[in-house]
């Protein structure tokens, strides 16, 4: 995060914040992970930066009010989007990825825009492709 500061950048993303959701061979339990993902969001506000929930829609409730937007992969593929929308409500972005391509976009763009999300379609290679839902 201080690098990420030094070099101007305005936010950061911390990736894999539910560890505790996975065989990570820690004893990791849902309030360890509350814990350090306030603390990551904390140490990133102390920087001035903002920070995005990334994943972690099972403890979402318990955190929107940490960070400052969202970062969710494939939640209409696996119909968990509305677990993301106490960010909206909160008047926070949800920035939100599908893969695949144009049949992709057609299915999931009208709901992202109705449940006020700014959604991207990508090949899961992550090259230069990408259709924009807004």
Known sequence: MDLAASKGCNAVEPDN???YTNGSGFPLTSATQLDYNRFLADAAHARNLSVAL????????DLVNSFDFAIVEECFN??????????????????????????????????????NFDALVKNLDLDAFRIACR
């Open 54 to 61: 990334k994943n972690d829609l099972d403890q979402v409730k």
């Open 78 to 115: 696996y119909n968990e989007c509305s677990l993301a929308a106490p960010f909206v409500s909160a008047g926070k972005a949800v920035l939100e990825v599908e893969y695949g391509g144009q049949s992709t976009a057609d299915k999931i763009c009208p709901k992202a825009n109705a449940a």
């Open 17 to 19: 914040v539910d560890g």
